[in-house]
């Protein structure tokens, strides 16, 4: 099997997603970070992240410590906001991207996704226990 181009990759991917440069610029915006953010890639690209986005989180100090450990970063429950609209409760991942040790994937999972998740799956496991039940009384 062979892998799609990285464009499609990337394109894709159903969680919102950015570059961010060693001056924690903006390279790069995947469709749904645009969606999610409310703003398009031509707006956001070359822009500071933290001027665009109100993060409640030290996002300098995770990039700072992306960077020098080389490792991914996750920051949970915190809240998002463009300054257009609510908060939005997320959490976010920050990892280094490639051979350049500056730039960083920076993705943004809404808690509203991941709970939904956890509530299919624990109607998942309801529902099989709800049948093993029944099996045994049978």
């Known amino acids: 099997m062979t892998l799609p ?57 995770v990039f700072a410590r992306v960077r020098a450990n080389r490792s991914a970063l996750f920051v949970n429950d915190v809240d998002l906001t463009t300054g257009e609209r609510a908060p939005v409760q997320c959490n976010l991942q920050a990892a280094p991207l490639g051979e350049d040790p500056q730039m960083i994937l920076f993705l943004i999972t809404p808690r509203e996704i991941s709970d939904r998740l956890g509530r299919a799956s624990l109607v998942k496991s309801a529902a099989r226990s709800a049948i093993g039940m029944a099996e045994m009384l049978a």
Not at 41 to 52: H, I, N, S, T
């Open 5 to 61: 181009a990285p464009g499609i990759i990337w394109n894709s991917l159903p969680t919102p997603a950015l570059l961010i440069d060693g001056n924690d610029l903006v390279t790069e915006i995947n469709p749904a970070a645009e969606l999610f953010l409310n703003l398009s890639a031509r707006a956001l690209r070359g822009q500071p992240l933290l001027e665009r986005l109100a993060i409640s989180a030290p996002l300098e100090e």
